[in-house]
Structures are given as structure tokens and as C-alpha cells.
């Protein structure tokens, strides 16, 4: 897997070329993945960042694209302009869009062989170290994406997202 590649998607989808919104594909049934969201939704105070679990339909296409299995993933996607982002690089992009944590480009000086070297020794124990849901959540309902309601309809379980 390359930390930056092409990806095809919908030019007006979240990602896409044209799309004022970044996706965030993450791993729905990890605690940390789904904290980590949640985390990044409560900051984003633009609402530039839309979500989608690896596992559901609509992430699923994506993760293939970049090499993700969704049925274990190893890795999240950030996918903005047509561009995605994955492992160290896709964490340190997102910060970047964040208020408060432009400061995290200077981890670019770090080659990116460790920070992914670090970022794969807490994917491979992200479950033991943090949890696993039986049940994909989403971070906050109102980013989700294409829209929460079309997962309910197609009978998908979501769990709870909390609210902000």
C-alpha cells in the first residue's frame, strides 16, 4: 500500500475532486478507530470531515481500492480531492484540518517508514489495547455519510453514536 494514491471516487462525494468535504473511512468496530472519529467530528468545527465504517457497503469499495481487507482492516483512509491518505499519512493530514493541531506537520521530519513502523505496532493491538464493538458506530450521525438513514433502511446495525 502506497501512504498517498489516486482513488476513484463520485467527484461530488465526500473526497471526491470537487467535494468541499475530506472522508474519513475507519474501522467501525474498534473502540480507538471510533474514538479517534469522534474525536476529530467534536473539533471540526468547519464540518469539513464526513465518516463511513470500512465494514458498510459504502466503504467497502474504497477500502478494496487501496488494498484495506474490510474484514480486518489494518489501516483507516483520509480521501480528499480525489487523493487518499492512509496509516501515518492519513492521521497527520487529518490533523492538519484540524483547529489547534496544524503544529503536527513538523512530524513530517520523521521519515515516514518509522511513523508507519509505530502507526502498524498500534493497529496490530488496537483491539487487545483498546476494544472491539460487535457493532459499527459512527462518531456523530449528522457527518456521516452518504446519510445515517440509508444504513437503518438497508437494516444495517449502527450502534449508538453519541452525541456531542
Known amino acids: 500500500m502506497q501512504a498517498v494514491q489516486p482513488i476513484v471516487v463520485d467527484p461530488i462525494s465526500p473526497g471526491g475532486v470537487n467535494s468541499p468535504h475530506g472522508l474519513i473511512l475507519f474501522d467501525g468496530v474498534c473502540v480507538l478507530c471510533s474514538r ?4 476529530v467530528s467534536k473539533h471540526d468545527r468547519s464540518g469539513y ?13 474504497l477500502a478494496e ?3 484495506i481487507d474490510p474484514q480486518r482492516p489494518d489501516s483507516f483512509a483520509f480521501v480528499a480531492k480525489g487523493q487518499a491518505y492512509i ?7 487529518i490533523a492538519r484540518e484540524l483547529p489547534g493541531w496544524q503544529w503536527t506537520w513538523v512530524l513530517h521530519l520523521i521519515p515516514m517508514v518509522i511513523r508507519d ?11 487487545r489495547w483498546f476494544g472491539r464493538r460487535e457493532a459499527c458506530v459512527l462518531p456523530n ?3 456521516s455519510w452518504p446519510f445515517p438513514g440509508r444504513w437503518r433502511q438497508q437494516g444495517r446495525l449502527l450502534g449508538r453514536s453519541r452525541s456531542r
Open 36 to 39: 479517534a472519529c469522534r474525536f
Open 117 to 127: 513502523e509505530v502507526y502498524d505496532l498500534v493497529a496490530r493491538n488496537r483491539y
Open 87 to 93: 496509516k501515518s499519512e492519513a492521521a497527520l493530514r
Open 49 to 61: 470531515f464526513r465518516f463511513v465504517p470500512i465494514q458498510l457497503a459504502e466503504g467497502r469499495p
Open 65 to 67: 481500492q487501496l488494498g
Open 141 to 143: 450521525s449528522d457527518r
